[in-house]
């Protein structure tokens, strides 16, 4: 079971790109890397999804290095609305596979 | 995608009681996963209910405490059997609908316990 780790929290301002970097050095050869997003009050919504490379969808950026043991989420221009718990997760993603969230990075958007 | 609904959204629960809490998804869905998120934390796996045989539950949880059952594919329960102060949490009720190739999983809101 690949541990990650994240930087508990990390504070921006609005209209800045943040990127929230996740330590997963134990990554097995099938895990895929996934982040969901979660705002108080409400259950964590999918992100992002990758294997290797870039990934970019309307959302966000994800960026793996070749030894995949990290990598980074990446928010263009962030806004208040934004302000959530952005979460790595590592694992396979067949057979119903089951997900096991780490601590989360509690990103703080500032006016 | 999938739609989840939980019931209750929060409730105030006295110590030694137990409480049920209810999962219906709008669509048929083969796993079903429980998750506690206590207060200021992440989420922990609690178990896995797949409909038709016994729930899955992760180290630190048991059966007695928190039973679960899944009568069909588009329902589940977890009771909080006896509870404590220490069960105060938020629990989640979530599937993969397995419709994507990205195990992508989809969260209820949540029912918020705290007990007294």
């Known amino acids: 079971l690949a541990k990650t780790t994240q930087p508990v929290s990390m504070d921006s301002y609005e209209g800045q790109e943040v990127n929230i970097t996740c330590s997963h050095n134990?990554?097995?050869?099938?895990?895929?890397i996934t982040w969901y997003q979660q705002f108080p009050s409400q259950g964590p919504r999918f992100i992002i999804q990758g294997y290797k490379t870039k990934v970019t969808n309307e959302v966000a950026s994800l960026f793996i290095p070749a030894d995949r043991k990290s990598s980074t989420l990446s928010l263009p221009r962030v806004s208040l609305s934004d302000t959530a718990v952005y979460y790595c997760?590592?694992?396979?993603?067949?057979?119903?596979?089951?997900?096991?969230f780490g601590s989360g990075t509690k990103l703080n958007v500032k006016p | 995608s999938a739609v989840i609904s939980q019931k209750p959204s929060r409730d105030i629960c006295q110590r030694g009681t137990s409480l049920t809490i209810q999962c219906q998804v709008d669509?048929?869905?083969?796993?079903m996963f429980w998750y506690r998120q206590q207060p200021g934390q992440s989420l922990t796996l609690i178990a896995t209910?797949?409909?038709?045989?016994?729930?899955?539950?992760e180290s630190g949880f048991v059966i007695d405490k928190f039973p679960i059952s899944r009568p069909n594919l588009t329902f589940s329960t977890l009771t909080v059997s006896n509870m404590s102060p220490e069960d105060s949490s938020i629990y989640l009720c979530?599937?993969?609908?397995?419709?994507?190739?990205?195990?992508?999983?989809?969260f209820g809101e949540g029912s918020r316990l705290t007990v007294l």
């Open positions: 209910a797949n409909q038709g045989s016994e729930a899955t539950y």
């Open positions: 134990n990554i097995a050869t099938n895990d895929y």
């Open positions: 669509s048929q869905v083969t796993m």
């Open positions: 997760l590592v694992g396979k993603i067949y057979n119903f596979n089951k997900f096991y």
């Open positions: 979530s599937v993969d609908p397995g419709q994507s190739n990205t195990g992508e999983l989809f």
